[in-house]
């Protein structure tokens, strides 16, 4: 395991981390080839599965939409950070990606994702973002408050405007290529693009295996798809678990923000 005694401080402690140059470079080409399809091929209706956001363009359900999404969420340098958050029992909680198009001015509200509070267990939801384009602080990179996730509260029980800046914010820039690892009951939020070019992420999102997932994998995945899954990539999507089919099997959307 390749972890610093550093990152792994930065992670417990400020509630996020960036890996550098994380991927392949063959994989993020592949990555960004069918991200760009899937855009062309759903048109207005992308995102539609679970929400769309003004000012940006979302992908969802993306673990049913190709070979490349199903390699992403299993990364091992990647799950082994997710592990740090979330212990060794997890599972994918959602797939989505979120493109920021140019002159976007509208910030996110700050939140927590699903609107979560850590329990006596610790923390339950973990995003990892998968950068296809470099971040900057001019192109929408997420800002987050560190050290949020230990706070036991939610954004809207301080924060008026929450889309506002605020003082204590810090943006994650990081170069396309790499992933950020969030625990996300630290409130954050992304930010406008003030550029000409649409800046891209793939939102790998992870939950507790004792959590409801965010979009419920099993009834959201072609029956082929699923047949086509290995024992470990089942096992991470939870396809064979009565407790997530009870945990999930409501119909309702569980985002931070969006209603
Ligand atoms: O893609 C990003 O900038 C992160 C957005 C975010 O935090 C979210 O959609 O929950």
């Known amino acids: 395991m390749s972890k610093t005694s550093d990152q792994q401080r930065q992670l417990e402690e400020e509630g996020f981390l960036v890996l550098p140059d994380l991927m392949p470079a063959p994989f993020l080409v592949q990555l960004r080839?069918?991200?760009?399809?899937?855009?062309?091929?759903?048109?207005?209706?992308?995102?539609?599965?679970?929400?769309?956001?003004?000012?940006?363009?979302?992908?969802?359900?993306?673990?049913?939409?190709?070979?490349?999404?199903?390699?992403?969420?299993?990364?091992?340098?990647?799950?082994?950070?997710?592990?740090?958050?979330?212990?060794?029992r997890f599972k994918l909680s959602s797939l989505n990606a979120r493109r920021v198009e140019p002159?976007?001015?509208?910030?996110?509200?700050?939140?927590?994702?699903?609107?979560?509070?850590?329990?006596?267990?610790?923390?339950?939801?973990?995003?990892?973002?998968?950068?296809?384009?470099?971040?900057?602080?001019?192109?929408?990179?997420?800002?987050?408050?560190?050290?949020?996730?230990?706070?036991?509260?939610?954004?809207?029980?301080?924060?008026?405007?929450?889309?506002?800046?605020?003082?204590?914010?810090?943006?994650?820039?990081?170069?396309?290529?790499?992933?950020?690892?969030?625990?996300?009951?630290?409130?954050?939020?992304g930010t406008p693009n003030l550029t000409t070019r649409p800046r891209t992420a793939v939102h790998a999102f992870y939950a507790r295996w004792d959590k409801p997932q965010q979009q419920y994998q099993k009834k959201m995945l072609d029956q082929v798809v699923q047949d086509s899954m290995s024992p470990e990539l089942r096992r991470l999507c939870a396809l064979d678990d009565p407790e997530n089919d009870r945990l999930s099997g409501a119909d309702v959307v569980r985002s931070g923000f969006m209603k």
């Open 33 to 88: 080839e069918a991200v760009d399809a899937r855009y062309e091929i759903e048109g207005d209706q992308a995102g539609a599965e679970f929400k769309q956001e003004p000012g940006c363009r979302r992908l969802a359900n993306l673990v049913n939409k190709g070979g490349v999404f199903r390699e992403l969420i299993q990364f091992p340098r990647v799950l082994e950070w997710v592990a740090l958050v979330l212990g060794d």
């Open 103 to 189: 002159g976007c001015r509208q910030a996110q509200p700050l939140h927590a994702d699903m609107a979560a509070l850590p329990d006596e267990n610790g923390s339950w939801v973990c995003n990892t973002i998968w950068l296809l384009d470099d971040f900057t602080v001019e192109n929408g990179a997420p800002r987050v408050i560190p050290g949020t996730h230990r706070s036991g509260k939610l954004p809207g029980a301080f924060i008026e405007d929450l889309a506002a800046p605020h003082p204590r914010e810090v943006a994650i820039t990081g170069g396309a290529g790499s992933v950020i690892v969030m625990d996300s009951h630290a409130w954050h939020g």
